[in-house]
């Protein structure tokens, strides 16, 4: 964030009035939600309210009257690098840079990205999967029922598209040498409706389903997956931290559970043997 000082909370105009400015006590990542901007300057300078996603949602919605915003997130690396992707106002919970860059880290060390067909349910943003698409992979498919969530991943897979069309580094290459982008599509239904007609194999699936998503509900997507996927598939599910671990079918195998403060991710890959219970790390 370069120099940027952030202002925090309700309290911004006070702290302006008196000459201070409130620190943010944590490193932040690329996720803010903008308000609007505070008429006047500070110092000589430009100012205007800058929260953390992560402070909005630890204060809940009633604390945050008058803030008409959005919240911004980017693809981290690849072809569309520092590309801004928008994010549905409401309904969705992004991924926190944080841990995008800790799940893209280890499916790069293990080669599960490049050329990959990739699945991203309960995509919101589609941010998994566009990242995964900027990364190398071939193949994307966002899966996501609400409306607005999935013409925001419409406009988010334009937004890739003409990313890689305009020649950068690292897009998919035909024989010739042309840089060719990845196909990307949105599936703008239930991801059980999905999983139910869906045509694998798929190399690469990404679970972002809400935290209040019934475990049944997940078990059930996670039985309709498990026959579509490549034999080496990986699956990455991401749930709270206060959700049990998810319950496996037979053709999934639990790998290692991840913790990110109140995230989790449960690793797995596709087995044919019956699934195990994963174990902590």
Known sequence: MGGMRIVVGRFAEALLARGGIGEVPQPIDRELFFSHFVS???????????????IMAAAGDTARPGYAAWIM??????????????????????TSD???????????ARDAI??????????????????AASRGAADVVLVEKAKAAADICR?????????????????????????????VKVAAQSVAAYLEHAVGPFDLVFLDPPYDLDESALARDLALLAPL???????????????????????????????YGETVLWWASADAQPARPSQPE
């Open 98 to 108: 944080r841990v995008r860059e800790a799940i893209f880290s280890a499916l790069e």
């Open 155 to 183: 406009k988010n897979a334009d937004a890739l598209g003409r990313a890689a069309r305009g020649g950068a580094r690292g897009a998919s290459h035909t024989a010739a040498g042309a840089h060719r982008p990845p196909r």
């Open 114 to 131: 490049e050329g990959a067909a990739v699945l991203d349910l309960y995509a919101g943003s589609g941010a998994l999967g566009l990242e």
């Open 40 to 54: 006047g300057r500070f110092g000589g300078h430009l100012v205007g309210r800058v929260i953390h996603v992560s």
């Open 229 to 259: 996927l490549s034999p080496d598939a990986v699956v990455v599910v991401e749930r709270g931290s206060r959700t049990p671990e998810p319950v496996w079918p037979d053709g999934i195998a639990p790998e290692r559970r991840r913790d």
């Open 73 to 94: 997130t980017r693809i981290i690396a690849g072809f569309a690098g520092s590309l801004a992707l928008q994010v549905p106002r409401s309904g969705t919970r992004p």
